[in-house]
């Protein structure tokens, strides 16, 4: 069946530096990539997203990229803060308003 | 974006007894889904939440233990019946507006069975 896979699982930077999380999806059919980020004892929260007619999009300090052919796509964190420091969700759609989520990224940035 | 109201926030249940947890959005939505989160661990969506309709089952889960009402555009709720320890989880609703494509996510439910 449809996957996505989430690497790495745990991440820890210095503050200022950048973080990066890799997702792999399986369903060629999947358009839109959604990315949600998740603090202890919160709702997940929708911080990106990008449609795959696009390969790149970017606000403020995220930014995410989209490469089709390849089926991956990555989340980029730039001039990391502490408030940073939480679960990061990527997902793929599947089917309409659907999306399969992986297996979570725990961020850590050490001040 | 739709803000949306989930109760209740955590409960502690007897194993084989129901709980019924509701959902209500500030604003008609298009979509409404129900999610369940194990602790530390990525979401699976259990169902959609269809109005004026049943809902629709992902693999693995069935309306028997799950049973889900949707009576209009911005509510529904979300039945978790003959509870046993391993159904202790966090329980999400979320939704999405015709024309976005992202979900939003109530605060949760997180149910502890004993």
């Known amino acids: 069946g449809e996957n996505v896979e989430q690497h790495p699982s745990t991440l820890s930077v210095q503050e200022g530096d950048s973080a990066v999380i890799k997702c792999t999806y399986s369903?060629?059919?999947?358009?839109?990539f959604p990315w949600y980020k998740q603090e202890l004892g919160k709702r997940p929260q929708l911080i990106i997203d990008?449609?795959?007619?696009?390969g790149e999009k970017k606000d403020q300090r995220i930014a995410v990229t989209l490469n089709k052919t390849a089926k991956h796509f990555s989340l980029h964190i730039t001039e990391t803060q502490p408030e940073d420091s939480a679960v990061y969700f990527c997902?793929?759609?599947?089917?309409?308003?659907?999306?399969?989520f992986g297996t979570g990224t725990r961020l850590k940035v050490l001040a | 974006s739709a803000v949306i109201s989930q109760k209740p926030s955590r409960d502690i249940c007897q194993r084989g007894t129901s709980l019924t947890i509701q959902c209500q959005v500030d604003?008609?939505?298009?979509?409404m889904f129900w999610y369940r989160q194990q602790p530390g661990q990525s979401l699976t969506l259990i169902a959609t939440?269809?109005?004026?309709?049943?809902?629709?089952?992902e693999s693995g889960f069935v309306i028997d233990k799950f049973p889900i009402s949707r009576p209009n555009l911005t509510f529904s709720t979300l039945t978790v019946s003959n509870m046993s320890p391993e159904d202790s989880s966090i329980y999400l609703c979320?939704?999405?507006?015709?024309?976005?494509?992202?979900?939003?996510f109530g605060s949760g439910t997180r149910l502890t069975v004993v």
């Open positions: 979320s939704a999405v507006q015709g024309g976005l494509y992202g979900y939003t």
């Open positions: 369903d060629s059919a999947s358009n839109y």
């Open positions: 990008i449609r795959s007619n696009v």
């Open positions: 997902a793929a759609s599947r089917g309409t308003y659907k999306y399969i």
């Open positions: 604003s008609q939505v298009t979509m």
């Open positions: 939440a269809n109005q004026g309709s049943e809902a629709t089952y």
